[in-house]
C-alpha cells in the first residue's frame, strides 16, 4: 500500500493534520504483529486490554471489521516501543489511565468493565476534553490530548493495516504478484516500473 495514499486518506478521516509521531510510525512502517504468542513490549497487558476496547469503541466492527479485527492495540504498543521516547511513553501512559479515571467518577467502574453505551459516554466526554483543549491550547503545550492521540493511532493502525485496507478502503497490492516469464502478447508491450 502506497502509505502518502494512508497519510492522505487517514487526515481526511480525522479532519486535521497528523501529529509527527503518527505520521513518522506510518512512514516507518509500524504495523501490529500478529502471531499467536504476542507480548506487549512497551505496555502492560492491563493497558493494552484498555486500549483494546477504546479502540473497538472509536473503530467498533459493523459490516466491516472493526479496530480488534486490526489488532490497533498491538499497532499503538509497536509504536510506543519503537517511535517514541521513554519519557513520553512514560507520560502516555499515565495520560491513559484518564479513561479509566472518567469511567469511574460516572459510572464508578472501568472503562473494560462498561457496556457499549457507557463506553462511547465516556469517550464522548474525553473528545469535549480534547476539544475544549485545543481551543485554549499554547504554543508551549503542543501534544494532543489522549484522547485525540489514542484515535489518531487507532485510525491509523487500522488504515495501514491489512483488515482496514481490505475492509475500509481500495485495496491493490503494488505490484503485483511477480510473473517472471509471461508472453510479450499478453501484456501488449514493456511496462515501466
Not at 502492560?44 to 466492527?61: G, K, Q, R, V, Y
Amino acid at each position: 500500500m502506497d502509505r502518502r495514499e494512508v497519510l492522505k486518506t487517514t487526515t481526511l478521516l480525522l479532519g486535521y493534520t497528523l501529529t509527527a509521531g503518527t505520521t513518522a510510525a506510518i512512514l516507518n512502517g509500524c504495523k501490529a504483529d500478529r502471531s499467536t504468542d504476542w507480548q506487549p513490549a512497551a505496555l502492560s497487558n492491563d493497558e493494552i486490554e484498555l486500549l483494546s476496547e477504546i479502540c473497538e469503541t472509536i473503530l467498533p466492527a459493523t459490516d466491516t471489521p472493526g479496530a480488534k479485527d486490526a489488532m490497533c492495540e498491538r499497532y499503538i504498543d509497536n509504536v510506543m516501543a519503537v517511535l517514541v521516547s521513554e519519557e513520553d511513553r512514560k507520560e502516555f501512559k499515565e495520560k491513559l489511565k484518564s479513561f479509566n479515571e472518567v469511567a469511574k467518577a460516572k459510572y464508578t467502574k472501568s472503562f473494560v468493565a462498561l457496556n457499549n453505551n457507557e463506553r462511547e459516554q465516556v469517550l464522548e466526554i474525553m473528545a469535549k476534553e480534547a476539544a475544549d483543549m485545543d481551543d485554549t491550547k499554547t504554543e508551549g503545550n503542543k501534544k494532543p490530548h489522549i484522547f485525540r492521540a489514542v484515535k489518531e493511532l487507532t485510525i491509523a493502525g487500522y488504515c495501514t493495516s491489512e483488515v482496514g485496507a481490505k475492509g475500509l478502503l481500495k485495496y491493490d497490492p503494488i505490484p503485483g504478484p511477480y510473473k517472471g516469464c509471461i508472453n510479450y502478447s499478453e501484456v501488449g508491450g514493456v511496462w515501466a516500473l
